[in-house]
């Protein structure tokens, strides 16, 4: 599923990267929260935005669907069998999961919430669970069941690595960065934890620290292109646009790439940044927005791909 971003309203006339006034580092950090936290929480590639384990605990990821067509026949044929018996655990796990891949959100986690009950020592649907509650918003109870869908004696490196994307949405970075390391314990050079580790260094301002992990990510024969589109974000925040427009082209056509970092440049630079946080309106794409700037989100909760 593409990428999304969220609209904006119109706020103040961008001011030029060059403006000495947004070199300060307090406006460095209010600029790389704006972004990640509007573009990151907007959603990304994979089966409904951040941090996802859905599907991707325990499970072969080989035949997971990848595009929107593919997760509407997976979500019809699952609802199917749903429908017959909404006790049979797998139903329930799959078609949560197609719902999710859809973004109805809502049905997902009354889906997973039923199935919880039933079966409540199943840590794969606890997992899901955990990630379809911070899907809806409801970060704290996500936490909480999040920390119950693996044992320290069994830990899994996937949901530590939900875990925290969650600790991330709710500012805790420090937090975050120390669930990230123990994930990359259990899954040394795992891509898709480094990029959200990578992510969050950024959003704690460490910008430096956030390019290695990125760099030393993206050159896992794993990492796909949301990773690359991490790096892409982070090279932008500190105004090596050329480099990141470079990097954009593995994955965008040159014009493609050229608009992506157009939008960077109008996001790193806005003045009053905070504002554009300010009355955001569903998850439509906004219509002064190039469709290939989509490409730049930030993709907290990237995941392991089959």
């Known amino acids: 599923m593409s990428s999304r971003l969220m609209s ?20 460095l950090g209010l600029t790389i929260a704006v972004c990640f936290a509007a573009l990151a929480a907007a959603g990304c590639q994979g089966t409904g935005g951040l941090g996802d384990v859905t599907g991707s605990i325990g499970r ?14 997976e979500r019809e ?13 797998d139903a329930a ?11 109805q959100n809502a049905q997902a986690l009354a889906v997973l919430q039923n199935a919880v009950l039933v079966h409540q020592n199943d840590r794969d649907l606890l997992g899901a669970y955990g990630r379809s509650l911070a899907d809806n918003g ?10 119950r869908a693996h044992s320290p004696e069994r830990p899994d490196w996937r949901i ?23 994930a990359l314990k259990l899954a040394p050079g795992e891509p898709t934890v480094m990029s959200n580790y990578g992510l969050s260094l950024a959003l704690s301002r460490h910008l430096p620290e956030a390019e290695r992990v990125l760099t030393e990510a993206v050159t896992s024969d794993r990492a796909d292109i949301r990773v690359r589109q991490n790096l892409v974000l982070v090279l932008g925040l500190q105004g090596r646009f050329g480099e990141a427009e470079a990097l954009a082209r593995r994955d965008q ?45 930030a993709q907290l909760g990237s995941e392991p791909r089959g």
């Open 138 to 147: 409801r970060l704290q109870e996500a936490d909480e069941v999040l920390s």
């Open 60 to 73: 072969s990821r080989a035949s997971q669907p990848r595009t929107a067509s593919d997760w509407q026949a």
């Open 253 to 297: 056509s040159p014009a493609e790439a050229a608009a992506t970092i157009a939008y960077l440049k109008r996001s790193v630079s806005q003045q009053n940044s905070w504002d554009l946080l300010k009355g955001v309106k569903g998850r439509a794409k906004p219509a002064n927005q190039p469709a290939a700037a989509q490409g730049a989100a």
């Open 160 to 182: 530590l690595s939900a875990q925290g994307t969650v600790a991330d949405q709710l500012g805790d970075h420090a937090r975050a960065q120390q669930i990230y390391q123990a």
């Open 8 to 27: 904006f309203r119109s706020a103040s006339p961008a001011k030029p990267v060059s403006d000495p006034r947004f070199a300060r580092p307090y406006r």
């Open 77 to 89: 044929s699952w609802a199917k069998r749903y429908d017959a018996n909404q006790k049979d655990r």
């Open 93 to 103: 796990f799959y078609y949560a999961r197609a719902l999710r891949g859809l973004d």
